[in-house]
């Protein structure tokens, strides 16, 4: 994926957007230790962080299927 300019940690690995909603999600590797991710919700407008969590790796594809089932939908 290319790098995405509302980062400046570590690589994106998933992007996500719900219609209507003012935030995006992003799910994103921390940039020294990528054992860790964090998935980052940000307001659209600003760019500001809304809410963040901090997850393991493995967590990953558990989260994206939340996400899914959730009405957020992935982005490339």
Do not use: Q
């Not at 290319?2 to 994106?12: C, D, L, R, V």
Request: aromatic residues 10%; proline residues 3%; positive net charge.
């Amino acid at each position: 994926m290319k790098e995405n300019k509302e980062s400046k940690g570590g690589k994106i690995l998933y992007r996500f957007e719900k219609p209507r909603a003012k935030t995006y999600c992003i799910i994103e590797e921390d940039k020294d230790e990528p054992w860790f991710v964090y998935v980052k919700k940000i307001e659209i407008k600003s760019g500001k962080l809304n809410d963040s969590s901090m997850i393991i790796a493995k967590e990953v594809e558990d989260w994206v299927e939340g996400l899914e089932k959730s009405g957020w939908i992935k982005k490339e």
